[in-house]
């Protein structure tokens, strides 16, 4: 066999471990639920997300994402934002993309979220849009590339 020979003869099933890794058996309780106890595995949805912040600085979402206050103009005939103002300039929008609502934690009332989002087509570019229904405000989620 080679110089191979110690990889091809390796058996990475521990003694004892069911090759069903999703389903419980008398020896072993299921894989998932060992991953979930580790300390070093975290679950998006038990990320704290922070308050949005202005530009610039860090939203406690690991430096990465950032959410700012804007205003917005709401077209309540169409029930979709008309313009929202960012830096000072107010963009119109020209289209909604899509659109979809967010609802995080419900049961922690300290970290629930309940947001609308709208995906806007304004001055060429895309721009994510939610209004967040706990703290009755407006906010800048993204700017798709």
């Known amino acids: 066999m080679g110089r191979n020979r110690?990889?091809?003869?390796?058996?990475?099933?521990?003694?004892?471990?069911?090759?069903?890794?999703?389903?419980?058996?008398?020896?072993?309780?299921?894989?998932?639920?060992?991953?979930l106890r580790c300390p070093w595995i975290v679950r998006g949805s038990d990320l704290e997300h922070g308050d949005p912040s202005p530009a610039g600085t860090d939203s406690g979402l690991g430096?990465?994402?950032?959410?700012?206050?804007?205003?917005?103009?709401?077209?309540?005939?169409?029930?979709?934002?008309?313009?929202?103002?960012?830096?000072?300039?107010?963009?119109?929008?020209?289209?909604?993309?899509?659109?979809?609502?967010?609802e995080r934690a419900w049961w922690d009332l300290r970290r629930r979220t309940s947001r609308r989002c709208f995906r806007v087509l304004a001055r060429g570019g895309l721009y994510d849009l939610a209004y967040d229904r706990i703290a009755n405000r407006w906010l800048l989620t993204g700017i798709v590339d």
């Open 6 to 35: 110690a990889i091809r003869s390796f058996d990475p099933r521990k003694t004892g471990q069911p090759l069903d890794l999703f389903t419980a058996t008398d020896t072993r309780t299921p894989v998932i639920i060992e991953l």
């Open 63 to 102: 430096g990465k994402r950032r959410e700012w206050g804007i205003e917005v103009v709401w077209d309540g005939e169409r029930a979709a934002p008309r313009s929202f103002l960012l830096d000072g300039r107010r963009y119109p929008v020209d289209a909604v993309v899509q659109t979809w609502a967010i």
